[in-house]
Each structure stands twice: as C-alpha cells, then as structure tokens.
C-alpha cells in the first residue's frame, strides 16, 4: 500500500455522519474532527425546534456542524430526524452513539443504599445508555442496509469490563451496550451486507468538567481518594484527554478497519489490562 492509498482510507469527503452526543465533550471531539476531514456531520440535538429540519450548529469549541431535533429515547424524533438527514444529504453512512450518562438517583451514596435506589432512577439509566444505543440502530442503520455499507460506532466504558462501586445501573448499561455491539454486528453482516460494520470504545478515565471535582478536589486541585484509585491503577500515569479516542475512533469508522466488526476497543491508557501488583 503506497502513501496516498494510506490518506484515502482516511478521507471522509461526502459521507455522512449523524453523532448523537455529539453536544458532549466525548461525542464532540471525534465530531469535530470528522468535520475537519471532509465528512458532513449532522449532530442530533433534543433541544433543536423540530420544524427546523437541518439546521446549523456551531460547537463550543469552534467546530461547525449540522444539527436536526431528535431524542435517542423517541422513536418518532429519530425516524423524523432520519428522514430530515436522508433529504438533505442522501442516506447516512456512519452512526456514532456517543449519547449517555449517569444520574445521581442512580448511584450509590453514605444517603442512598443500594437497596434505596428508586426505579425510576434505575429505569433513567438504563434507558438512556442501552435504549438509546440500540434504538438510533434500529432507525439510522436501515438506511445502511438499504445501500449494503455503512459503519456504526458505540461508545461503551471501562465499566463494561470492570464495574466500578456505586454505579450499577451505569456499569450495566454499558456492559449490554458491549454486547449488543456484539450482536448488530454479527445481524448486519449476515442479513445485509459484510460491508456494514459495528464496533464500540470503551473509554476509561477522562478528565472533564462533568467530573473533574468528582476526581479532583475543588480547592486543592489533588486527587480525592477516589480519583488516586484510578490514576494507581492506569498504568500509563496520567488520565485521558478527548483527543485521545481519535486514533481509535478513525480507524474503526474508516476502510483501513474494514476487516473489523463486533468488538469492543479499550482506550484507557493500560487500565484493563493491570491486576493492580
């Protein structure tokens, strides 16, 4: 393979990308950079007027996209936002579900026991991370399997390897997220096309504003004891930046993966792979 077969495999221009998340700091670093390699980017955004349609967005960071109105958690808003994406820029190629999180209602607390926490808490959760991964999939992948190609990207978490204390409606969200990246992708290939491909991330520890005084005190800006746990064990000694999913990201969705579906990718700076001695 000569040099500039190497930069095709890594030129977007004309495919289409619809990000869920992608208004977050996870989803929006690889959105970003899609929009800087040539590839048109739609991100779904529930707070958009529905009316709209396609409507320009620009990200905080500087990037500019697409946006259209859509809730990873309602069936009408996705296949409406689908429809919108399809008339504007012919059928989606690529899929990144980068939607999720946690909620307090959810996790474990010295206020909220296990055995305390209310379902609607739980059902949150779980929703918004299984459900709204698999249901983007239901609607944006059968344009994919109209055309025979397309990619899907899943954003699980170190959690679906190793579940973390006071999160258990989270660590198995994305444990079945892990899973199911399994299963579509295994559905895609033998009922529609070997050219349609399913893959996932798995971040580790990032440190973000939504959690930076979850692992860094405030005032001191050290560690809180739960942060020192994770930094002793990342072996690489330092936590993860956004801009660190890149590589992984790029791959998966471009060619040069091609002969890749159904796993799930740690990007977490060794943390999986150490026992701790």
């Known amino acids: 393979m000569n040099l500039d077969e190497l930069k095709a495999m890594y030129d977007f221009s004309g495919r289409t990308f619809l990000v869920t998340g992608g208004t977050g700091v996870l989803g929006g670093v690889v959105a970003g950079t899609l929009v800087d390699v040539g590839a048109n980017v739609v991100v779904l955004d529930r707070s958009l007027d529905p009316t709209k ?3 320009d967005f620009a ?46 209602k959810a996790t474990c607390s010295p206020d909220l026991s296990f055995f305390d926490i209310p379902e609607d808490g739980m059902r949150f959760v ?15 992948a059968e344009q994919m399997a109209e055309t025979g ?30 899973n199911f990246t399994a299963w579509l992708a295994v559905h895609m290939a033998q009922n529609y096309s070997g050219k349609i491909r399913v893959n996932a991330i798995a971040p580790g520890f990032f440190l973000t504003e939504q959690n930076r005084f979850l692992l860094t005190d405030k005032e001191t800006g050290k560690w809180t004891p739960r942060g020192q746990k994770i930094f002793d064990h990342t072996p690489m ?3 993860g930046t956004p801009e660190d999913l890149l590589g992984c990201s790029l ?26 001695v």
């Open 59 to 104: 990200a905080p960071t500087g990037w500019q996209a697409k946006a259209v109105h859509g809730d990873v958690l309602k069936r009408d808003s996705l296949v409406q936002a689908a429809a919108a994406v399809k008339a504007q820029y012919g059928p989606i190629y690529g899929l990144i579900n980068a939607a999720g999180g946690n909620s307090p």
């Open 126 to 140: 779980l929703d918004l991370n299984l459900l709204g991964t698999m249901m983007p999939c239901q609607i944006f």
């Open 237 to 239: 000694g330092r936590l």
């Open 149 to 178: 190609e397309g990619v899907i990207l899943n954003y699980s978490s170190m959690n679906a390897f190793r579940p973390l204390t006071n999160i258990a409606a989270y660590s198995a969200s994305k444990a079945g997220i892990t």
């Open 251 to 276: 791959w998966l969705l471009s060619p040069a993966s091609s002969f890749v579906t159904g796993i799930t990718v740690p990007v977490d700076g060794g943390f999986s792979a150490y026992a701790g």
């Open 53 to 55: 349609g396609v409507a």
